[in-house]
């Protein structure tokens, strides 16, 4: 059982190039979120979703973009690179039956150069 | 901004009890204390959780105050594979959380 999968694991952009991070689970779960972490701080909500087709903005949002077309599957966009966005992302799923837990990956670590 | 309050730092002795606390001054009556935590750079691992009454799982015991505005996660007998950041936080069951900064808990020899 995979869990929670994230690509690429590293990545070093130029600013202003863009990238998607990719996100999918193998859990049937509905419930997925996008956070990302600086240097010594702690996860900032960036989007979520609620199921197929539904997304809803997080914390810190501006930057990104995402989609969710498919219940496996939950990719974050970066169009336009910038320094600030510097961090690890990491993306977690949850189930529908109450109170359940998230499900994290193990991140992307992106710098942008 | 985090909605719970943690001491940025504490040492526990191997062996010994770890006892985390956190504030949750704006919980409000249908959110849930979840606590979780973050070995090394990896993804966070779910502990526990609970409403109002003390919880006990394999991993560790919550204790919530009957205000529920503070709560505690003990981990009974501390190993150095406990060494992580802890973060607690107040969920309801939309999912949509916010973490603080957490507590970096360091266990010593």
């Known amino acids: 059982n995979a869990g929670v999968t994230q690509t690429p694991k590293f990545r070093i952009l130029k600013i202003g190039q863009s990238m998607t991070l990719q996100c999918t689970q193998d859990?049937?779960?509905?419930?997925m979120y996008w956070y990302r972490q600086d240097p010594g701080m702690g996860l900032k909500l960036i989007y979520y979703s609620v199921g197929a087709g539904i997304t809803d903005k997080g914390e810190v949002p501006n930057g990104y973009n995402v989609s969710r077309s498919t219940t496996e599957d939950f990719p974050l966009r970066l169009e336009l690179a910038a320094p600030s966005q510097t961090s690890v992302y990491f993306c977690?799923?949850?189930?529908?039956?109450?109170?359940?837990?998230?499900?994290f990956g193990d991140g992307t670590r992106l710098s942008i150069l | 901004d985090a909605k719970t309050t943690q001491p940025p730092s504490m040492d526990c002795a191997e062996g010994r009890a770890a006892n985390l606390p956190c504030n949750h001054s704006?919980?409000?009556?249908?959110?849930?204390v979840y606590w979780y935590r973050q070995i090394h750079s990896q993804g966070p691992q779910y502990i526990i959780h609970g409403l109002k009454n003390n919880e006990t799982n394999e991993m560790a015991s919550l204790i919530i105050t009957e205000d529920r505005k503070s709560s505690t996660l003990i981990l009974p007998h501390a190993t150095l594979r406990d060494t992580a950041v802890y973060y607690c936080?107040?969920?309801?069951?939309?999912?949509?959380?916010?973490f603080g900064d957490g507590t970096t808990l360091t266990v010593k020899p």
């Open positions: 704006t919980i409000s009556g249908n959110e849930y």
């Open positions: 977690a799923s949850r189930g529908d039956r109450y109170l359940q837990p998230q499900h």
């Open positions: 859990m049937n779960h509905n419930y």
């Open positions: 936080i107040d969920n309801t069951n939309a999912g949509k959380s916010t």
